[in-house]
Structure formats: structure tokens, C-alpha cells
């Protein structure tokens, strides 16, 4: 006889598959990078200076002794605070922003030594690194956990939504005593489809 499978547990372990991790670094990685060339290539290009490859890759660059040095690690914090809304878009969840915040880094770290051939030596690029990580860590995981603790909205209308008039003027109107109380969704039918449904009052029974 063959063994019945258990099915899969929901949640955590459906987050947790290999190609959906996969899809969202590289969805994440792809906006952390486009952003980045968006306003770099903006600030060089109205600084008057040619943008070049040098400038998102190579740690070099990044200095606290030169203006463009400072020009670029306030684009690079800058776009760490807009990556905060991919996170919250693809990820949702405030206890997985750690990791794929700092994978986003980690990947740059990897691309930025191999396009250098060197690993990062410079400490201002480091603190960089570090304050970015720290700012999209700490406002991914506070609009997620904002988003995780807003009230959910069930469908449905109110009864005075369905029933347009049955407040007017700020008062109610008045019952009729012989109409009873009609249960469905209106006159055509019940939510059965057998047909609308009425509670009518019973008379009283006269005593023997």
C-alpha cells in the first residue's frame, strides 16, 4: 500500500523556496543597482564630470578627502533609504530584512573586488557600507512590521451600505409590524437560491 505524502506546511517553509530567494536578490539587486546608476549619473552630470564604470565599482573612489568622494557616498546612503521600498514590496516580512539587506552588500562587495582585483582597503568605504546597511536594515524593518500590524480589511458590505434607505435624515424609519423580517441578499433569492424568506410573527393561543 502506497504511503499517503503529508502536504506541505504554509508559511515559512513556502518563503523559504530556492528560486523565489533567488528571483527576490536578484530583483533586489537589480533596483539597488539601478538606482544607483540613476543618481550618480545625475549628480556627475551636473557636476560636468563624464560618468564612467570607476564610479559604482571601484572602492577607490569613495573618499572623505575629495568633494566627488563625498558626492558619492551621499548617492549610495541615498539609494539605500529608496531600496526600502523593494524590500517592503518583494519581501514584506520585517525578520528576513536582515538577510537580504546585507546579501545586497555582500554582492557588492563581491563585484566591486573583482572588478578591483583587490579587496577594499579603504576605511571610508567601509564605514559606507556600514551606515547603508544599518539604514536599510533598521526602515526595512520598521515598514515592514508597519505593514505586518495594520488591521486587515474583511469583504462585505454593512447593512446600511446594502440598504441605502434605511437611514434618512439621521433617523431610521419606522418598522412596519406586519412586514416581519426578510433574510437573503433581496427579493430574488436567498443565498440558497431557493427563494427570499420572511420570519412572520405568530398569534397568540387562546387559553382552554
Not at 543597482?33 to 569613495?62: C, E
Amino acid at each position: 500500500m502506497a504511503r499517503r505524502r503529508r502536504p506541505p506546511r504554509p508559511g515559512a517553509l513556502a518563503d523559504l523556496a530556492p528560486l523565489r530567494i533567488l528571483t527576490q536578490i536578484f530583483l533586489l539587486q537589480l533596483s539597488y543597482y539601478g538606482t544607483a546608476i540613476v543618481l550618480i549619473v545625475f549628480t556627475s552630470i551636473v557636476a560636468g564630470k563624464h560618468p564612467d564604470p570607476g564610479m559604482f565599482f571601484d572602492w577607490r573612489n569613495v573618499r572623505g578627502d575629495v568633494t566627488t568622494g563625498w558626492t558619492l557616498g551621499l548617492c549610495w546612503m541615498l539609494d539605500s533609504l529608496i531600496t526600502v521600498i523593494p524590500i517592503l514590496l518583494l519581501i514584506a516580512r520585517s525578520k528576513l530584512v536582515p538577510d537580504f539587506a546585507l546579501t545586497i552588500h555582500l554582492i557588492h562587495l563581491i563585484i566591486t573586488s573583482l572588478y578591483t582585483r583587490t579587496l577594499p582597503s579603504n576605511i571610508s568605504w567601509w564605514m559606507l557600507q556600514i551606515l547603508s546597511s544599518v539604514l536599510m536594515i533598521s526602515l526595512g524593518m520598521w515598514a515592514c512590521q508597519w505593514r505586518e500590524l495594520r488591521p486587515m480589511a474583511f469583504g462585505g458590505k454593512s447593512k446600511q451600505q446594502a440598504e441605502p434607505g434605511t437611514v434618512a435624515n439621521g433617523h431610521p424609519p419606522e418598522a412596519d409590524e406586519g412586514a416581519g423580517f426578510e433574510m437573503g441578499s433581496g427579493r430574488s433569492g436567498g443565498r440558497d437560491g431557493a427563494g427570499a424568506y420572511e420570519m412572520v410573527g405568530m398569534a397568540p393561543r387562546e387559553p382552554t
